[in-house]
């Protein structure tokens, strides 16, 4: 009943940048927190960042300095904004959202994932 879909992943060379958006749709009363995650191969998925419904952020070490969640409560969207990219950071980045839908049902929702490659 709820989907999220990805998008503005791509091909970058190291320092570059890119910004992934991430809209939910279907029935939802509310989301609460939303954040992104990556996958490289061969590794397990590791949270990147998170945001609450009040704004608070949380961020991998690994992208502290670099990265910047937002979201838009209104369009429900959530951002990532990526500057300085390395190498490192190359993997799908998935979408994630605690949902609060239909009968007060509370949802873990994933996206497809979005490619991002940075090259060197």
């Known amino acids: 009943q709820v989907q999220l879909v990805e998008s503005g992943g791509g091909l970058v060379q190291t320092g570059g940048s890119l910004r992934l958006s991430c809209t939910a749709s279907?029935?939802?009363?509310?989301?609460?927190?939303m954040g992104w995650y990556r996958q490289a191969p061969g590794k397990q998925r590791d949270l990147v960042a998170r945001?609450?419904?009040?704004?608070?952020?949380n961020y991998a070490d690994s992208v502290k300095g670099r990265f910047t969640i937002s979201r838009d409560n209104a369009k429900n969207t959530v951002y990532l904004q990526m500057n300085s990219l390395k190498p490192e950071d190359t993997a799908v980045y998935y979408c994630?959202?605690?949902?609060?839908?239909?009968?007060?049902?509370?949802?873990?929702?994933w996206g497809q994932g979005t490619l991002v490659t940075v090259s060197s």
């Open positions: 994630n959202a605690n949902v609060l839908s239909s009968g007060l049902r509370r949802l873990e929702v």
């Open positions: 945001i609450t419904s009040g704004d608070n952020v």
């Open positions: 279907g029935t939802i009363l509310k989301i609460n927190t």
